[in-house]
């Protein structure tokens, strides 16, 4: 027996409870590129760590900063109810984006956070935008 064996596999309704569960809150950098890319964005894409002068060296095509500490009732009235935020951070060694979630979350806004943050939308190849603005995904990119 291995360490793989050493304890069953979960019965696959468990298995499909769990992996349902875990994508209602999280996206992945290349389903949000598709989106960005397609002109099929159905949410808002929120860069939510760091300062203006980080967000301005490099951040996710379209993303608004909009860092967690700043995200109040207030703020969010922004947008419209039901609006679905997808919160990124710096990365799998961060939890800005777990931190925006459950702020969101707890102001009754729907959320996913985008695994991999920056460090993911590197490691994909995607670009980069820089610049205080949002700006664009280059539709050749994806």
Known sequence: MSFVTDYPAASSDAVIDHFLKRLS?????????????????DFVLLHVVGSPDAYAR???PGALHLPHREMTHERMADWPEGTL???????????????AALK????????????????????????FAS????????????
């Not at 935020?85 to 931190?99: I, T």
């Open 131 to 142: 610049g205080s603005e949002p700006g664009v995904f280059p539709k050749t990119a994806a």
């Open 85 to 99: 935020f997808v919160a990124y951070c710096a990365g799998p060694h961060c939890n800005g984006a777990d931190q």
């Open 104 to 127: 969101l979350a707890r102001l009754g806004r729907p959320v996913k956070i985008m695994i991999g943050g920056i460090t993911g939308w590197a490691d994909e190849g995607l670009p």
């Open 25 to 41: 809150v999280e996206t992945d950098c290349a389903d949000v590129a598709s989106a960005l890319t397609s002109g099929e964005q």
């Open 58 to 60: 490099r951040h996710v």
